[in-house]
């Protein structure tokens, strides 16, 4: 378990290393960069830490910046009823899925908890794929098809994507692949090559901003590939950067694991209920989500704004959330948000305090209470014009 | 005698970015003992290193050790219908699981890959707990049951939380904790117990090939208060937390899912034929059809024990290490774990090799991230083959 060289070098890295857990095609090209921590995430290391998160959110804002999330391991599902089997497993109906065009998706369990919210892209005709936040969705989706009696193989292929996020994006994706790949449309994918490295492109990321998601396919050519997007970027100042934490939570994206867990279904989350889609088809949980739509939810996770310092690092834990100095909810995540100048966050609270103005006070690690009150989601372009643009 | 207390605790922002990943019941505690680096197991943060290899491996051999495995996430199956399922997961014969026993078992896929490899104990006639290695194969029993709607089955996350205490000395701790009576306790057996009032279930397991218990933590609300306990009660057995001894492991021929094997991988690759019992019917467990193809076939690569020459290593590798015939430039095979054993005075380790290199004697050279070295088979265990060690 001996720490990593470089990492042993640096002065903020005391994350092990082991055989354990899988590098990324690009892991030595962001340790070159000068990340200095590094996170697990689906049994992978991501980059947790380049440089000021400030200085990195103006560059998403701003300019364009790269982000190597190859630890969104992808599921792929493959076989002649693989379209029968992907409808199956997520609430939103995908029979208006057509080749070539992703959704977020909620994969949801017999009672309607969320087992993962991936990114799914409908590469081919019958090759689904799912690009997974922090959980092994895999063992699910495997674990239904023992007995779905459908034809279907579920695989993690060697596939890695990278996020070329911000205004400039646009710039560097044309100027590397062309009019059409950078011209896709909000949610569409194209496949492709660069010096012959294959590669499926997607309009989407995990940031609020215009963005791609570029997915290699032959991880020996992770360096290459990560080379050419720098060389076409240099001119907008593109550069390496860790999660954005600050900017994702502005746009209301979530953070499985941290945000929400299998306890939790998509009506209890602001913003979620719509990808519990009316359909026809049957699908793993639509009867307890149909039972909970007509029910009604007891909590709910929504925004919260707290006054004060900005805070320095997102919160490293969850904490208590009190109304009249009744404990009544927990605090998930809490960032500066440099351009709105609030601390912002998210907080599960009882249905009926869930509005948004709701005053709150949130008892702060040091024990000292923060006077907070709830807010709407997303906190800014509730209508994605940003990253659709 | 007292353990020293570091003074510096563990600065959490160098590893830990937002809540996503939790923290273990007896966080507080390891934190005033001094972890020097932690790693993330089943979604929460693992302190794996309190001293050296070589210190933490000799408090193993002679003393006693504490480690705190709550990453071992429990996942229980219940309900009168309990068994039926809790087999279906694994190709290993529970009806010679009695209640009160523990075994080492695998969960397998259909097509016989292990999705996991944990130690199930049988709390009842239809109550199991599979203490997971780092993959959430509570996905996979829950995705499984759908397909059995009218089982009566509760599959849970149980808020329970592992803690190992190995070592020779450990049987003086847990007696001095729970009375004489404990010191029946069999090998894989388990038994409820109180500690100055804390619930807890302790086995007789570990993953060290040592004499050694694991301590079930009941009320998890309770973890520090056990953790300083034990610190206090096992001073005169010169206690000490510590992380995984890689080193004792390898010696004892223990795998690491993730590292050793995965669910590319099937039982018969990587000697645990023995968790295999290819009596069971076909639709008792899902994988036992596949598996009993398999050995009837027989396998086409193996994992074997290895001896890697020249100096030792530093320490654990920290990535596979690409395996290639010692005549020829052929790649063959990747070395999974490896690490320089004191006691033995050379470097062992796990490689997958096909078949036909996989006999004893046979060489291959192996690109290490120390230099190129050349690896030799040798029989697995490297210590200790009959396990008269963590029985005695």
């Known amino acids: 378990m001996g720490a990593l060289e470089t990492a042993e070098r640096s002065t903020s890295s005391t994350l092990y290393f082991g055989p354990w857990y899988r590098k990324s095609p690009f892991f030595e090209k962001t340790l070159a960069a000068g990340c200095s921590a590094y996170d697990i995430y689906n049994h992978m290391y991501l980059p947790g830490y380049f440089g000021d998160p400030i200085e990195e959110y103006w560059a998403l804002l701003n300019e364009v910046t790269l982000w190597d999330v190859s630890v ?23 029979t208006k899925c057509a080749v070539g065009q992703g959704k977020y998706v909620l994969i949801t369990a017999d009672d309607g908890g969320i087992i993962n919210d991936p990114v799914l892209l409908r590469v081919e005709e019958n090759r689904w794929w799912l690009a997974l936040a922090d959980s092994d969705a895999g063992l699910w989706a495997r674990g239904v098809a023992v007995h779905s009696g459908l034809d279907v193989t579920v695989r993690e292929p060697d596939v890695f994507p990278v996020q070329v996020q911000g205004p400039k994006s646009k710039d560097v994706i044309r100027s590397l692949f062309g009019d059409a790949v950078a011209d896709l449309r909000y949610y569409w994918t194209a496949q492709t090559e660069l010096d012959g490295i294959p590669v499926v492109i997607s309009r989407t990321g995990w940031t609020g901003e215009v963005g791609y998601e570029v997915y290699l396919r032959d991880p020996t050519r992770g360096g290459e590939l990560w080379d050419r997007i720098m060389e076409a970027g240099a001119p907008h100042n593109i550069r390496p950067i860790a999660p954005c934490e600050a900017r994702r939570i502005e746009a209301g994206i979530f953070n499985y694991g941290s945000d929400m867990t299998i306890a939790n279904n998509p009506f209890e989350i602001m913003g979620l209920e719509r990808l519990v889609e009316e359909q026809d088809a049957d699908y793993i949980g639509k009867a307890a989500l149909e039972e909970i739509r007509r029910r009604g939810v007891s909590r709910k996770l929504v925004g919260i704004e707290v006054g004060g310092e900005p805070l320095p690092f997102e919160l490293h834990e969850k904490r208590p959330a009190l109304h009249d100095g009744q404990a009544v909810g927990t605090l998930t995540d809490l960032i500066w948000s440099p351009r709105l100048e609030r601390n912002i966050g998210y907080v599960w609270l009882p249905i009926d305090l869930s509005g948004p103005g709701t005053a709150l006070e949130v008892v702060a690690p040091d024990g000292s209470r923060w006077p907070a009150q709830s807010a709407a989601i997303p906190f800014l372009d509730p209508r994605k014009d940003i990253p659709k643009g | 005698m007292t353990v020293e207390r570091r003074a510096q605790p563990f600065d959490m922002s160098l590893v830990q970015r937002g809540a996503r990943n939790r923290r273990t019941p007896y966080y507080e505690a390891t934190q005033r003992y001094g972890p020097e680096g932690f790693t993330v197991y089943n979604h929460m943060y693992f302190p794996i290193r309190f001293d050296t290899f070589e210190a933490e491996f000799e408090a193993l051999l002679n003393d006693v050790t504490i480690w705190d495995v709550s990453v071992e996430r429990c996942l229980e199956v219940s309900g009168s219908d309990g068994f039926r399922f809790a087999q279906l997961l694994t190709p290993r014969d529970l009806s010679k699981c009695a209640v009160g026993q ?94 100055r009032g804390i619930p807890v279930v302790i086995t007789r397991t570990g993953w060290t090939s040592e004499v050694g218990y694991e301590i079930y933590l009941l009320d998890t609300s309770r973890g520090n208060e056990l953790y300083e306990t034990l610190m206090e009660v096992g001073a005169p057995y010169r206690v000490k937390p510590t992380g995984p001894s890689d080193i004792r492991r390898i010696e004892g021929g223990i795998l690491n899912w993730g590292a050793d094997m995965t669910y590319e991988n099937n039982p018969f690759e990587v000697g645990l034929d023995r968790l295999v019992d290819v009596g069971l019917a076909d639709d008792a467990s899902i994988s036992i059809a596949a598996l009993r193809a398999i050995k009837d076939r027989g396998v086409t690569r193996k994992l074997v024990g290895v001896e890697l020459d020249g100096d030792p290593f530093p320490g654990l590798n920290n990535v596979k290490w690409p395996a290639y015939r010692s005549d020829g430039g052929d790649h063959v095979g990747k070395v999974t774990s490896a690490i320089y054993s004191p006691r033995l005075g050379r470097n062992i380790g796990y490689c997958w090799l096909p078949v036909e290199l996989a006999g004893e004697g046979s060489r291959v050279r192996v690109d290490s991230e120390w230099g190129t070295r050349t690896g030799t088979v040798v029989p697995m265990p490297f210590v200790d083959p009959e396990k008269r060690i963590p029985v005695g």
């Open chain 1, 72 to 94: 969104e391991r992808i599921v792929e599902i493959t076989g002649p009823d693989s379209s029968a089997f992907i409808n199956t497993l997520t609430c939103r109906d995908l």
């Open chain 2, 102 to 195: 523990a075994k080492y078992v695998v969960i397998c896929d259909r097509d016989g890959g292990i999705l996991n490899d944990p130690v199930l104990t049988r709390m009842d006639e239809n109550t199991f707990w599979f203490a997971l290695a780092s993959s959430d194969a509570l996905f996979f029993a829950r995705g499984l049951r759908n397909a059995y709607p009218d089982l009566d089955v509760t599959i849970r996350e149980a808020d329970v939380a592992p803690l190992q205490v190995q070592g020779p000395k450990s049987k003086d701790l847990v007696r001095d904790l729970v009375g004489d009576g404990i010191l029946d306790l069999k090998y894989y057996w388990w038994r409820r117990a109180e500690i």
